[in-house]
């Protein structure tokens, strides 16, 4: 494999990275935020529980996104 083939195949883990990064915000904490505006989230338990959660898809996702990023360091000139 040539070094712009290993090139684009680290541009496209890292831009695999960037989209599930993306999907876990999305899931993790406008989810729950947007349940929360609309009320279905009412309970002490269910908003405990949904600020847990977000804050271990916030996690996640910055993990994910700085993968991203460690694979396009790796980049050849």
Same mark, same amino acid.
């Given at each position: 494999m040539g070094k712009a083939a290993r090139n684009e195949l #680290?541009? !496209?883990k890292a831009s695999w990275h960037n989209t599930?990064?993306?999907? &876990?915000i999305?899931? /993790?904490?406008? /989810?729950? @935020?947007? @349940? #929360?505006? &609309?009320g279905a989230l009412s309970g002490p338990i269910d908003v %405990?529980?949904?600020?847990?959660g977000s804050m271990i898809c916030l996690?996640? %996702?910055a993990?994910?996104?700085f993968a991203g990023r @460690?694979?396009? !360091?790796?980049?050849e000139d």
């Open positions: #680290r541009k !496209m599930v990064s993306t999907a &876990f999305t899931v /993790g904490i406008l /989810g729950p @935020a947007i @349940a #929360r505006l &609309f %405990s529980l949904s600020i847990v996690a996640v %996702s993990t994910l996104h @460690a694979e396009l !360091m790796e980049l």
